[in-house]
């Protein structure tokens, strides 16, 4: 998958049509795959106040893009809206510019909407993505929940009865090297519809096998570009208590 194909088209009303606040749950026609679900930034941890949102298009036309909120005044989001090309990704950065006691514990929402490039906006598919604002960050011992686990001696350790410790399955360690071949040869082959490439159409893979095969630690890094403020959602208006000074 490419990683920042985005191209600006031409210029359009930045505040967008009036359309009301729906509930995330409302169905959308066209599937939205961004990542992650949500964002919690951390008053203590200031590496935590820009947070970045990967949005996907795996199919084969090209989407638009457009980000909302309910609380614009808070965030600073770069890349706001734009176009996402066939079998790419971006990263959306948003930045939280209003770090204060009292917004402790509040959820906010940025609203993605996708439609496909030409027709018509309502047609898209949108999905909400809470952010929540906390004082301090959680403690790795916090996080986890305190289980105790009966303890059970790991197979390699000698054994008086045996006298050696146990050796894995030939054949299971084979299973585990195959595996890690074929996903390495999958990572390395382009991808579908790549006209630069050289290798014949059939041994072309997928993006859904692509992100099948790569490891669960595989990131990208994060395109640093101009920024420009969140566009409120149309029709929503937020309590008092959200309200900014």
Known sequence: MQRGSLARGEDEDRRG???????????????IFIFPPKLDFYADDQGSHKQVLTLYNPFSHVLRFKVLCTAPLRYTVVEAEGLVKPNSCIDIVTRHRDIRARNYGTTDKFRIEVWEEGASRGRGGRKDVPATLHGTKPQAAERLPQVSLPWHPPSHVYSLRHGFP??????????YMLAGLVSMVILILPLH????????????????QK??????????????????????????EPPRSQLCV
């Not at 992100?211 to 929503?236: H, K, Q």
């Open 17 to 31: 049509s009036a359309v009301p606040y729906s509930h995330p749950d409302q169905p959308s026609s066209t599937p």
């Open 166 to 175: 146990r050796t894995p399955s030939p054949w299971l360690f084979g299973l």
């Open 211 to 236: 992100l099948v095969a790569a490891p669960p630690d595989y990131g990208f890094p994060a395109r640093v570009t101009e920024p420009m403020a969140c566009t409120p959602i149309p029709g929503y």
């Open 193 to 208: 519809g790549d006209s630069r490439s050289l290798i014949h159409e059939n041994l072309q893979v997928s993006v859904v």
